[in-house]
């Protein structure tokens, strides 16, 4: 999927597939630099995070590990309330363990913050996050971010493995939509 095929659903691109590709590889060398000569277990947050995990373990020249989480956060509407449910668990025991939690956007930082508290408890060697977006303006706690991609407005994004009603994820780019789609009114 490209620009071509969302038509007048694409307000505009924000990070094009070159920037996410060059800042995927130079984040790559910092992790494995930052890791060598140790075993790093990826943590990714499902779903979003799945194309930029996919593609950082790519990157990376050491050895990785995987696991996946998936997590829920009830409130009203569009808004988190920080509540939150775990939906999917690791399979891996993490005590003793570098973890490297992958997330796709940081937005209010919410979840996120529930989940490092959650993953910190059970007693990993190392906790750290790489998020490959993020809106400072939207953030309601400090989230420590080790690895950062790009910081974006707090505008609604899509594109590599952000969504909105489940499309869009597959956009080799990052653009905002066009009011219309999200607002139910016919483009003009």
């Not at 996946?68 to 920080?82: I, Q």
């Not at 490092?116 to 998020?131: D, F, I, K, Q, T």
Request: proline share 4%.
């Amino acid at each position: 999927m490209d620009e071509k095929d969302m038509g007048t659903d694409l307000a505009r691109v924000l990070v094009t597939e070159d920037e996410i590709n060059a800042k995927l590889r130079e984040l790559a060398d910092q992790i494995d630099r930052d890791y060598e000569g140790r075993d790093v277990l990826l943590v990714g947050v499902l779903k979003g995070a799945v194309m930029v995990m996919a593609d950082l373990a790519r990157a990376m020249h050491s050895p990785v590990k995987m696991d996946w989480m998936a997590v829920s956060s009830y409130g009203s509407g569009t808004k988190s309330s920080g509540v939150v449910r775990i939906l999917k668990d690791l399979d891996t025991d993490i005590a003793g363990r570098d973890i490297l939690v992958v997330e796709d956007i940081i937005d209010s930082g919410l979840t996120l913050s529930w989940m490092l508290a959650n993953l910190a408890s059970r007693g990993p060697a190392s906790l750290e996050v790489c998020a490959f977006f993020r809106k400072p303006e939207a953030a309601k706690v400090d989230i420590p971010v080790k690895y950062l991609g790009f910081d974006i407005p707090n505008e609604f994004v899509v594109g590599y493995g952000l969504d909105y009603a489940e499309r869009y994820r597959n956009l080799p780019f990052v653009g905002t939509l066009a009011e219309h789609v999200y607002s139910g009114a016919k483009p003009h």
